[in-house]
């Protein structure tokens, strides 16, 4: 690594303060449990079994495990299918115990990050409808996106600090005949796989030793009320959020820094709105060219919607113009996925990804035109009317 990415990378290190006495943020926590002692809002425990991790100043925070009501996202649903069943696939491969529901809204994190139109009602009220959905399920709710789970810590925050905001909120839910609740954390999916991530490698079938890979750590992941996040002094000493990173080296990946590791995937909401060159532009530019040049690594790997989506489909636009590009873009669920055996278009759904995701496979062993012919014939058999779709029983064998 040269001296100037060195510099680089020590001017954007973060302090980290292991005591939580010591630290610049209050425990929010706290606050919730004053407000559930005073009639103010429900707040919903983090279900058994649970795992403790640390954040970045060092408070305690609670990952479940399972009873989990999954905050499914509307950009993976309708952009990266394969990245909301690799995180089904990996809780089924488990046993665990969890919902998918159907009565879930968007958290209008496009409204709020990039159009601006709505106001703070509007957008707590939508959060906390959904909150007290999975309140009455009796499932905790684990985070899908990371645009939802940074915007709900947000509104989390107005919640607790603005008892007007709050008398309105809930003058808006006694319409809709629902309760004030709160999650006691609010989680997100990412986190539940970095506490896996043992569990998983010893589960892993596939070896992916020989693989290098580059972190996109997500913005709206740990940048957003930034005292949430998971940190663990074995990550870059602690310097930078341990998910992704942890668990692509709990799978035995080489994960390779580079000097641009902090700056935004391009997404950024507006930009990919008014200003989409902008956005093309600077994910290849910032990020997968730095990657190219400095590491050259077999794949990038991220934890949100919006990153997977800008850093691999904007690879397409700038290969037309000869740009140093082909580094394929995968969430860690589908790589924690792809280690235990998911099928590769069944589960994973490579054929959702704009970069070619073939040289990756080819290294890795994996005989993708095999897979491929399998998914064809389902194809074909679903367009003759033989069966309705490729059911989860199907898909749940690992086959790599």
Partial sequence: MTTAVQDILERKSQAVAPDPKRAPTHDIRETLYELEAKGEIILQRVPEPFVEVITKYGRTKRIPIEHTWHHKSCGQCGHIPGYTSSVYWLHRQFNLDFLDPTDQTSCTGWNYYASATSNAVAQAAVMVRNFAAAYETGYFPLIHCGTS??????????????????????????????????????????????????????????????????????????????????????????????????TLEALGIHVADYSTWFDCCGFGFRHILVQRDFTRSFAVLRKIETMKQEVDPDLTVTHDTGCVTTLDKSQFAAKAHERKVGIPVLSDAQVAALAMGAHPFRVIQFHWHSTDWRPLLEKIGVDWRRYWEEFQEDLEAIRAGKKAGITWQEADQPVL
């Fill in 149 to 246: 789970y940074g915007h709900y810590k947000e509104i989390r925050e107005q919640l607790v600090h603005h008892k007007s905001l709050r008398d309105e909120v809930r003058r808006v839910l006694d319409k809709l005949g629902k309760p004030l609740v709160l999650p006691e954390e609010i989680v997100h999916y990412s986190e539940w796989v970095h506490v896996m991530r043992h569990r998983i490698a010893e589960r892993q079938r596939v070896d992916l030793s020989m693989l290098t890979a580059t972190v996109h750590p997500a913005c709206h992941y740990y940048k957003i009320v930034a005292e949430d996040a998971i940190y663990d002094p074995d990550i870059y000493g602690g310097q930078r959020t341990a998910t992704v990173t942890a």
